[in-house]
């Protein structure tokens, strides 16, 4: 009798499978995302990819710390590259377009990758709460950065305004989401800026 063999293929690519893990929670979410749909992107059996992973909420955890370093990280790279507030806000929105319309069906895997408040979605909520909450750090302190550098008065309610962007890119998400197309989305980034723009010091 031939025994089934259990384990990690021959050749296997974790990194190669990791990708491909992240891209179908970016496309259909937690719950969205079944064992068969990981399985068929990766091209391995079940008894392969719980051997590589452990579980799903495992490879889901390990899939988000993949994406905010391979994704996530260029909008807010951008952000703190800018010589100024506003060109690094506009920077970081218009790359938060880019990343939404990247995918179908579209949107952040860190806003629109756990939906449900579900005990069993507890851990992987957590995880994209924390990532979100960190986003909301960066932009805050961007944007005192530019208190200190002259571009913004002193007195900017920057945890505020960081709230007011953060919740714009979330915004710019759902709206990939509902089919929203990038000249729709990028037309939102413009506007946004009006509250920069009406606080800017006079150089």
């Not at 953060?166 to 413009?190: C, N, P, Y």
């Amino acid at each position: 009798m031939v025994m089934a063999i259990r384990g990690r293929p021959r050749g296997f690519d974790r990194d190669f499978a990791l990708r491909k893990a992240m891209e179908v929670f970016w496309a259909k979410g937690y719950d969205g995302a079944q064992l068969t749909d990981l399985t068929a992107a990766i091209g391995i059996a079940p008894p392969s990819f719980y051997a590589a992973f452990g579980s799903k909420e495992a490879a889901f955890l390990d899939a988000v710390d993949l994406y905010i370093d391979r994704i996530a990280s260029a909008p807010m790279r951008a952000l703190e590259a800018a010589p100024t507030t506003r060109e690094g806000v506009r920077a970081m929105l218009e790359g938060s377009v880019d990343i939404a319309v990247s995918n179908e069906p579209g949107g952040c895997l860190l806003i629109l990758g756990v939906v449900n408040c579900l005990p069993t979605n507890r851990t992987a909520r957590d995880r994209l709460l924390a990532a979100r909450r960190e986003t909301l750090k960066l932009i805050a302190a961007r944007l005192r950065r530019g208190v200190r550098d002259g571009d913004l008065p002193r007195g900017t309610g920057s945890t505020r305004l960081a709230a007011f962007y953060h919740g714009v890119m979330q915004a710019i998400s759902f709206q990939a989401r509902d089919g929203a197309t990038r000249k729709e989305l990028t037309a939102l980034v413009k506007p946004s800026l009006a509250p920069l723009d009406s606080l800017a010091s006079p150089r």
